[in-house]
């Protein structure tokens, strides 16, 4: 997926995959991240360096 993949397809896929919805209680997602911005969170990711999965699993 890194291989064929741009690093803007990858952050545009980090942003649809993990939509901030301003309702912290409902959503969880600053929890998951530990209150990172999935997008720094997935910074590896995006940039190529580690798989999407790599990453997943610091947040388990």
Known sequence: EIETSTE???RQ????AF???ADCEMC???TVFRG???ELAYA???SGKRSYLE???EYR
Request: one cysteine or more.
């Open 55 to 57: 990453v997943s699993q």
């Open 44 to 46: 590896d990711y995006i």
């Open 28 to 30: 969880g997602l600053c």
């Open 13 to 16: 896929y980090i942003k649809n």
């Open 19 to 21: 939509p901030c919805i």
């Open 36 to 38: 990172k911005d999935p």
């Open 8 to 10: 803007a397809e990858r």
